[in-house]
């Protein structure tokens, strides 16, 4: 197409010379200004994001008093206001999150008319009772482990202490414990 | 007299009195300038797009006026939302009809942005035909995108009154992106602006809902609308040109109204042999105004008599401890939820979350294919324009399948599943009190 185009001489055109020259001071000014344009922009744009994630949150907290431990009977006792489970067997007391492992819906307690021994991960568990999700049916055993619906996991199990100064249970939800935890208390 | 003139200067560029008016027109009037100066019949006709695109566009505004009156009665906050809500449902003039109009079109916008996607994909208006500089690909991904920006508009609407029926919603939702490998909470938290939906939350929500989202459709449906220009018009117009060089090899006579075509390459005898002038084009102006006049007038009669018989529900407000039963997602993600609630895979001591397959990867990958699917079909440019083409017989198929599924999905998502997410007839009576959507 180049060749075929023009029969004139070429006319090299008055003024500075356009020249493609990757080495040329031109062309490194032009690719300085265009990184630092571009470094500047993407700078500006982490600023922005950063500051949309929140440093500070004004949640509940992750750990909290629930009362003395002589106030939480045999059974299952629910605490509506924190979304857990606090029970209590023969060996102590323990607290299962009432947060579904699937997409976060709080499930509901169903006692069982007579406790019946289960099959988990090989040991036999006598329940007493059930926890079934209303979202997407997912159910679980009363100590937290999902057999049935779409549930990858158990329920969450949280750490127990008994709190120096007054006596109180503190529970822990920012820390996860195994099934066999309980407190003495 | 003088008032008729002074009527006439305003408006005769919308009642062309001849052809040279007529073409006049188009270049005198900002609203129809981007319009070409003659459209062929058959794009204008209803059975070959059924004029899906111009009725998301017209919803799309009519969500726009009706948004700002909305923005000026309601407050974003976690205390104020929910009473406001009520005010506007209860005590602002005309509140009641603006909220039951923005739903409404929402709803039908979601509905027709779908139907259009599915008519560009019988059509096959995502190929290139026999213009030059073309790009169909690209108006179809773009298209894709619009697809989802409407979903997420739709999305982020759906937890501003702060119901219970938005709170929980929103937390299925929410929960869905937690199933992200790798990433999943950091999205979830960056999404929520902390670990629960609270205050950060909604004003995130609100400030995509009205600003951030709405901003990207108007600046990517530019690009649709130029997109559409540049390509030539409706893949239907590519389909009179193959027809035309059928039947007759001689030049037609036509002009060629872009100077930009001839530049860049390619001549004049490619514009000129495009379709007969006298056969198929009219004046855009009125031919065109008055068809977009008549669907814009249907669609805005038909919602707001929808927006007057049914109103938008307003549950108690949300309470985070109460999570009720059965808890669904908004309608047009049911389908998912469904494949949520189906999926999980148990393989010994080793599971698969239900959430990841049903919330991430079908829904993924079915983006990823659609978008790409213009490179991956392989039929000829002969099926341009042409629906239900006899050589694209298979993937139509397959696509109908599988917005077949889609649609099942959703319905039994929407009106079988009953508490629990038991499934129930829909003519069945659930043990207790359903939740609207």
Redesign the interface.
């Not at chain 2, 401890?321 to 808890?327: E, G, I, M, Q, S």
């Given at each position: 197409m180049k060749n075929t185009k023009l029969s004139q001489p070429e006319i090299e055109p008055k003024g500075a010379p356009v020249v493609e020259n990757s080495s040329s001071r031109r062309s490194f000014l032009g690719r300085l200004g265009l990184g630092a344009l571009l470094t500047g922009l993407a700078g500006q744009l982490f600023a922005f994001l950063r500051a949309l994630m929140p440093n500070v949150l004004y949640e509940a907290p992750r750990s909290f008093k629930i009362g003395t431990p002589d106030s939480f009977a045999h059974g299952i006792t629910y605490l509506q206001d924190h979304r857990l489970f606090i029970g209590r067997d023969q060996h102590g007391l323990y607290a299962i999150s009432a947060i579904c492992t699937h997409l976060g819906c709080t499930v509901k307690p169903v006692n069982l008319n007579q406790p019946r021994a289960v099959q988990v991960a090989g040991k036999l568990v006598e329940i007493a009772q059930e926890f079934h999700c209303p979202c997407h049916g997912s159910k679980y055993y009363g100590d937290g482990t999902n057999y049935d619906g779409p549930a990858p996991r158990p329920l969450d199990w949280y750490r127990l202490e008994l709190s120096p100064d007054d006596g109180q249970i503190l529970v822990n939800t920012s820390e996860a414990v195994k099934h066999d935890f309980r407190l003495n208390a | 007299m003088k008032l008729k003139e002074h009527w006439e200067t305003l408006t005769w560029t919308w009642n062309p009195k001849s052809l040279r008016e007529s073409s006049d027109s188009v270049v005198r009037n900002l609203l129809l300038h981007w319009f070409p100066a003659k459209v062929s019949r058959e794009s204008l006709s209803f059975r070959y797009s059924f004029w899906l695109g111009t009725i998301t566009a017209v919803l799309f505004f009519i969500l726009c006026v009706t948004g700002f009156v909305l923005m000026f009665l309601y407050v974003p906050s976690v205390e104020r939302a929910y009473p406001s809500l009520k005010d506007i449902e209860f005590v602002a003039s005309f509140g009641r009809f603006t909220r039951a109009l923005h739903r409404i079109c929402a709803h039908l916008m979601v509905v027709a942005v779908f139907l259009h996607m599915m008519r560009a994909f019988l059509t096959a208006a995502y190929k290139n035909g026999l213009g030059a500089q073309q790009n169909r690909p690209v108006n179809w991904i773009i298209g894709v995108i619009l697809l989802l920006l409407t979903l997420l508009l739709s999305f982020t609407g759906y937890l501003l009154p702060w119901d219970q029926l938005a709170y929980?919603a929103i937390?299925?939702g929410t929960?869905?992106a937690r199933a992200v490998p790798w990433i999943g909470e950091q999205i979830r938290?960056?999404l929520l602006?902390?670990?629960?939906i609270?205050?950060?939350t909604l004003l995130?929500f609100y400030v995509l809902h009205c600003f951030v989202l709405p901003g990207v459709v108007l600046l990517l449906f530019s690009w649709h609308m130029w997109r559409v220009r540049k390509d030539g018009g409706l893949a239907c117009v590519d389909k009179l040109a193959r027809d035309q060089k059928q039947k007759t090899s001689a030049t037609i006579r036509a002009k060629t109204y872009s100077l930009l075509g001839i530049t860049s390459g390619h001549n004049v005898h490619v514009q000129t042999s495009y379709i007969d002038e006298d056969e198929h084009l009219v004046e855009s102006s009125p031919n065109l105004t008055r068809r977009l006049l008549l669907v814009t007038l249907a669609t805005l009669f038909l919602t707001s008599l929808l927006a007057y018989v049914v109103r938008a529900p307003l549950e108690a407000a949300a309470n985070p401890?109460?999570?009720?039963?059965?808890?669904k997602a908004p309608w047009y993600f049911l389908w998912l939820?469904e494949l949520?609630?189906?999926?999980?895979i148990h393989m010994g001591s080793y599971?698969?979350?239900?959430?990841f397959v049903g919330g991430v990867l079908v829904p993924g990958l079915l983006v990823a294919v659609l978008a790409a699917w213009p490179y991956l079909d392989r039929t000829s440019a002969n099926a341009t324009g042409v629906w239900f083409a006899k050589e694209r017989h298979q993937q139509n198929m397959m696509f109908l399948a599988i917005v077949f599924v889609v649609i099942l999905l959703t319905f039994v998502g929407t009106f079988m599943r009953g508490?629990?997410?038991?499934l129930y007839w829909p003519w069945q009576t659930w043990p207790e009190t359903p939740t609207r959507f």
């Open positions: - | 929980w937390t299925v929960n869905i938290f960056a602006g902390g670990n629960e609270d205050q950060n995130r401890l109460v999570t009720p039963n059965p808890a939820q949520v609630a189906d999926t999980t599971t698969i979350s239900g959430a508490p629990s997410w038991h």
